[in-house]
């Protein structure tokens, strides 16, 4: 499909909905958490979950990351076939395709890993690395308190790396202790304590590891919620942090440790929409709704335009609700929303407009990006 916009157009140009990226934001978000993790001797290895992108992704290991992870398959081959060398699948393969893919994948990119939590998913990503002539890397996943996947940390998943240490085409590299769910926890000092607690259930399990003969060379998990709170751990050695690049409106919901609004990273991604019609004085409808944005985290918000809210978005439609505003956006004006929710967002675009300066009168557009890895879901 046609990017909506062109090199060099104006911002009122580009047609609607877009994809935004504010590139003045976004590389300082990027620059702010690699200044941060050079406090402390863990290693970024970038969600690319949130973006995908390798061009993304290799920005982030110019800037220190070892790296990329991902959830799927497919998207792992993107990234390595996009020139991303080292990448983990933060998340458990099972399936003769899934698993000759990633397998196959092994032989293109400089180091593969993948996520394992049961006797079945080690015996078939043994096969599969056998039958390529190859050895991955795996993880063993303990829960740390999402209730989702994982073993339970200590014995059983000690259990399971020996098993993994033992076999001949898989390394053990380490353990996924991620906890996703406690990345919103808005309160700081509740925040900080299930992740105090995430901390200790991988503790004991490390050590565990370390008395047996296992060392982990990779503690991975965290994100942009609680990356700070990892990296200070002493435990973690990698961190998964992905949102932080764009931060969506559910991460902003968060708050600082003084009870201030999370300010860590700055809104770096938008939906540009237009006004396409205005049935009130203090109604009107833009052309941006679930097919533009993800709304599973909460609605969109209009950026920079107090008092006004948006809401009931159905597939081509979303209703912007005057509430006190002085300044209703004009019939066929343009506005910006933040997300919700920036990775399932990306999911419904083909293409990143990246605009610099975009809150000066001189915003223009600087490069389009494809969103390679749109729709990789296998």
Not at 81 to 103: M, Y
Not at 166 to 178: E, M, T
Not at 342 to 353: E, K
Request: aromatic share 6%.
């Amino acid at each position: 499909m046609k990017p909506p916009a062109e090199k060099g157009m104006a911002l009122s140009e580009i047609d609607t909905p877009a994809l935004i990226i504010d590139m003045d934001a976004f590389e300082r978000n990027l620059g702010h958490m690699a200044e941060a993790l050079n406090e402390h001797p863990v290693r970024l290895r970038a969600h690319a979950k949130t973006h995908k992108s390798p061009l993304i992704s290799k920005w982030q290991m110019e800037l220190g990351a070892v790296g990329a992870c991902c959830q799927k398959v497919s998207e792992a081959e993107i990234l390595v076939r996009g020139g991303v060398s080292n990448v983990l699948v933060s998340n458990q393969v099972i399936g003769e395709t899934k698993l000759k893919q990633l397998a196959a994948l092994a032989g293109e990119a400089d180091w593969i890993g993948l996520c394992i939590d049961s006797k079945l998913g080690l015996d078939q990503a043994s096969q599969a690395a056998s039958a390529a002539g190859i050895t991955l890397n795996a993880l063993v996943e303990i829960d740390v308190g999402a209730g989702r996947c994982g073993v339970p940390p200590g014995q059983p998943a000690y259990e399971l790396a020996n098993a993994i240490a033992k076999d001949p085409f898989l390394s053990f590299a380490g353990l996924q202790a991620y906890h996703g769910s406690a990345q919103h926890i808005r309160d700081h000092a509740e925040r900080k304590a299930a992740i105090e607690e995430t901390i200790a259930m991988t503790k004991v399990t490390v050590d565990l590891l370390l008395e047996n003969g296992l060392d982990c060379e990779i503690v991975g998990g965290a994100g942009t919620g609680t990356f700070e709170m990892e990296a200070a751990s002493g435990i973690y050695t990698e961190l998964q942090a992905g949102s932080y690049i764009f931060m969506d409106a559910d991460y902003a919901r968060n708050k600082a440790a003084d009870g201030s609004p999370f300010t860590t990273f700055e809104h770096a991604l938008f939906i540009l929409t237009s006004v396409m019609s205005q049935p009130t004085a203090n109604k009107s409808v833009v052309d941006a709704g679930h097919k533009a944005a993800s709304v599973d985290s909460g609605m969109p918000e209009p950026f920079g335009l107090a008092g006004l809210s948006y809401g009931r978005p159905s597939d081509e439609h979303g209703v912007l609700q005057m509430n006190g505003t002085n300044q209703p956006p004009a019939l066929g004006e343009k506005i910006l929303l933040i997300p919700g929710h920036c990775d399932p967002t990306v999911n419904l675009h083909d293409w990143y407009i990246c605009v610099r300066g975009l809150n000066t009168a001189d915003a223009k557009v600087e490069d389009i990006w494809p969103v390679a890895a749109r729709g990789a879901y296998f």
